[in-house]
């Protein structure tokens, strides 16, 4: 088992940043990839960026690159999500996630994995 808990989220007006950390324990962190995923209301949860076990490599959503960065620090069990030049349309749900199985490829669907935190809301003020 993995549990994750999500911190960080909050109102922020369009241009502005926030940095979503999700905290995981029950598990060998560092041998874990890591997922954020988002849901608006209305919407299905969809991928927003991921990175691999030891932190060499990253994943991002079309929609977030170039304003968003995932980074580890595998002695804190500590993912993070860095969010520059936020927009209203990143208002959301943000989730963390941890697959089942260790090491492996780099998944960037809901699909590929089972454990979540509860969530942390952004909200992005026009």
């Known amino acids: 088992q993995v549990q994750l808990v999500e911190s960080g989220g909050g109102l922020v007006q369009a241009g502005g940043s926030l940095r979503l950390s999700c905290a995981a324990s029950?598990?060998?962190?560092?041998?874990?990839?890591m997922g954020w995923f988002r849901q608006a209301p209305g919407k299905e949860r969809e991928f927003v960026a991921a990175i691999n076990w030891n932190g060499g490599s990253t994943y991002y959503a079309d929609s977030v690159k170039g304003r968003f960065t995932i980074s580890r620090d595998n002695a804190k069990n500590t993912v993070y999500l860095q969010m520059n030049s936020l927009k209203p349309e990143d208002t959301a749900v943000y989730y963390c996630?941890?697959?089942?199985?260790?090491?492996?490829?780099?998944?960037?669907?809901?699909?590929?994995?089972?454990?979540w935190g509860q969530g942390t809301q952004v909200t992005v003020s026009s």
């Open positions: 996630a941890a697959p089942r199985r260790v090491f492996g490829n780099v998944i960037l669907t809901t699909g590929g994995y089972d454990y």
């Open positions: 029950g598990r060998t962190f560092s041998n874990l990839n």
